[in-house]
């Protein structure tokens, strides 16, 4: 089994990682330039869907990991 | 209008063929019913056929118009990539199962009065379980009963909800109801567990789960569809589903990412999908329409996808957690490449299906100034892209090397998602197609500058707190464990129950049970053997009880030894042994009473 596969190699994946923190700081920065038609005023923001979905996101795995978790966690044969 | 074929008749008819079949001929035969059936569909002209009188009723098994047929069309699409991609297993009872309820959510979608709609209800969960048992384990069969059961009942709401509308409204008529009268607000209910409100939602993720491979992509594309177009069809505008879907796209996510199993993965994320075609049909406006008429047809496509590759992985490597799998890019590249086309879609990549139908409901949404509902929207749109659009490439194809080695799908299911991985793309790059069969003119451009930076800002900023939560160990680590969810109210409800009837309830039973039939006849049978002197020991009894006070203690004594020795030989020397004659001289004395009564009344009469 030495075949090596496209991300056995390290570099491969620093690459993908860079390319997907280049593409963030890319899409802030796009983002002045970009006249918005916005329905609600929060909308105009700079970054304010890069904030929301960054900060949604962190909650959504906080909260299901630390309370939802502990609420509805079960070993595999609760129901039998 | 003998010459029109209803568009149910053709799956439902032809799915009893399938087990009379065998090898190739019926693998060509399963290919051609969806397309002969597409055929028949597409020839029938828009309008009402198939009129039935039935009792004093109007049976509409043939309503075609832009909203029934955006369902029509969808489902034969399905029905077929489903067939294709499950035609190398060679299951009969599943291909029978899943034809027969192909036909049936055909046969609900184009229906035109409640009756014909509610017979096709109740066939579907027919279909439904039949596709869940095929399994064959143990947790497969408790799941369909579960399933079952949930379902008829939901059925029998809708039930009562049609009779009483009929009876209110005098018609079966199947059009706009709205939420007036005890009926609509039955009927909505029904259509409500099927698609799968919060609280009602657990039949899903329990059941889908535990279908075979091919089960659980039919599965995935008709039930909450159907549902979501009988309530598109006759409660648009109603507010509370607002609400309802809102809460739909919302509560899923969590769930979804605690999940171990793959499957009840991408089941949490279905409900958070409809989510969004339920707040559509709740807002009612065209444009909220048309969303979710396009949502509908999208999400189909793309949840039909990513249920056919992890069918594939299952297929080739038995297993479906996360815990057991990982690294399958390796040996699975292009079933890796359509899970991630239908993940883009899903999460509505621009380019990607999800994009250009998604956003018409948010868009009406913000019409509407609803905040509340807004943010909601959006933030399940950067949940959903957490949970499939991440979670479930990642955890199947990537993250840690399971050390699983295995072959690519078989060829017809590769084409099977090669097609629909197509379909998804062709649809998010060139909308204009999908937009022209919606029910209403479409006047919505989604590819703007701001929308395209706004929503891909939204996606990769939501992969950026994957990425960084990942890295950085925070991120919930996969545990080989289960998550009650409201299925637990039954579940284990019903364990509650049982005791609650076993234990109180059945000592009352019991103890009722000796009273009326033990305690009270003995009693009964006891008093009947000598009536004269049970009446002369309750005659003492009573004595005693009432004047113990008044008595002298000898009397008392007395009586008291008097009872117990007429119950030591109580019913002692019952039967009286009397001779003819007094006999006869009672028989004369009634005689003469009689005589008396009668000359007396008679007397008085007079």
Known sequence: MSKKYLFDNPKNIKILLTFLFGSCLVLVIINFFVHKHAHFSWEEWSGFYAAYGFVACVGLVLAAKFILRKIVKRSEDYYD | ?606
């Open chain 2, 1 to 606: 209008m003998i010459n029109i074929v209803p568009p149910a008749l053709i799956f439902i008819v032809g799915s009893f063929f399938v087990p009379l079949l065998k090898g190739r001929v019926q693998s060509v035969y399963l290919l051609l019913l969806p397309v002969l059936s597409f055929v028949n569909l597409i020839f029938i002209p828009e309008g009402t056929h198939g009129v039935i009188s039935f009792l004093d009723y109007q049976i509409i098994f043939c309503r075609i118009d832009r909203l029934s047929l955006v369902w029509g069309y969808i489902f034969h699409i399905i029905a077929f990539l489903t067939i294709l991609y499950g035609i190398n297993m060679k299951k009969d009872n599943e291909f029978m199962a899943g034809l027969f309820y192909a036909g049936c959510a055909i046969g609900a979608v184009f229906s035109g009065d409640l009756i014909s709609l509610f017979c096709f209800w109740e066939m579907m969960t027919i279909g439904s379980v039949l596709l869940i048992w095929a399994r064959k384990t143990r947790k497969s069969i408790n799941a369909g009963f579960r399933y079952a059961l949930v379902h008829f009942f939901g059925g029998v709401i809708l039930l009562v909800g049609i009779i009483l509308y009929s009876y209110e409204n005098g018609s079966i008529e199947f059009g706009y109801i709205g939420l007036n009268g005890l009926g609509s607000y039955f009927i909505f209910f029904g259509f409500g567990v099927n698609c799968a409100w919060p609280f009602l939602h657990s039949w899903l993720t329990d059941a889908y789960p535990e279908s075979t491979i091919l089960g659980t992509v039919f599965l995935s594309a008709f039930t909450t569809k159907t549902a979501v177009y009988v309530l598109a069809r006759s409660f648009p505008g109603t507010e509370a589903l607002i609400w309802i879907g809102t809460l739909m796209t919302a509560f899923p996510i969590f769930f979804a990412v605690i999940e171990n199993d793959l499957r009840r993965v991408l089941s949490y994320s279905l409900i958070n999908q409809v989510g969004f075609m339920v707040v559509g049909i709740g807002i009612g406006t065209e444009l909220s329409i048309n969303g979710t008429a396009a949502h509908a047809f999208a999400h189909i496509l793309y949840k039909s996808l990513l249920f056919m590759s992890m069918g594939a992985v299952m297929y080739r490597t038995g297993k479906i957690n996360a815990t057991d799998l990982g690294g399958l890019y390796r040996t699975m590249p292009l079933t890796c490449i359509f899970c991630i086309v239908g993940a883009a879609s899903i999460s509505a990549f621009p380019l990607f299906s999800g994009f250009v139908s998604k956003s018409m409901v948010m868009s009406a949404a913000a019409d509407k100034h609803l905040i509340i509902t807004w943010f909601t929207l959006v933030f399940a749109s950067a949940g959903v892209f957490h949970h499939s659009g991440i979670k479930i490439p990642f955890f199947a194809f990537f993250g840690h090397d399971s050390g699983i080695r295995t072959k690519e799908a078989p060829l017809n299911m590769l084409i099977a998602m090669g097609i629909a991985a197509a379909l998804c793309i062709f649809i998010g790059a060139f909308p204009a197609t999908l937009y022209s069969i919606l029910p209403f003119p479409v006047d919505y451009v989604p590819y703007t500058m701001s929308h395209v930076i706004s929503q891909l800002q939204l996606l990769m900023f939501s992969a950026l707190a994957f990425t960084l939560l990942y890295l950085s160990a925070i991120y919930p680590s996969e545990i080989r464990a289960l998550n009650v969810d409201a299925d637990w109210l039954y579940r284990k409800g019903a364990r509650g129950f049982l005791w609650l009837l076993e234990n109180p309830l059945a000592w009352f039973g019991n103890q009722v049970k000796t009273t009326v039939f033990v305690t009270i006849p003995q009693a009964f049978v006891w008093f009947s053997r000598n009536p004269l002197m049970a009446l002369k020991v309750a005659g003492n009894n009573m004595a005693i009880a009432l004047f113990e006070e008044s008595f002298t203690k000898e009397k008392v004594e007395r009586i008291r030894t008097r009872i117990a020795e007429v119950l030591t030989d109580y019913p002692g020397d019952a039967i009286r042994y009397s001779h003819v004659g007094t006999t006869v001289i009672w028989v004369m004395g009634f005689l003469l009473a009689y005589l008396i009564i009668y000359i007396v009344s008679g007397r008085i009469a007079l």
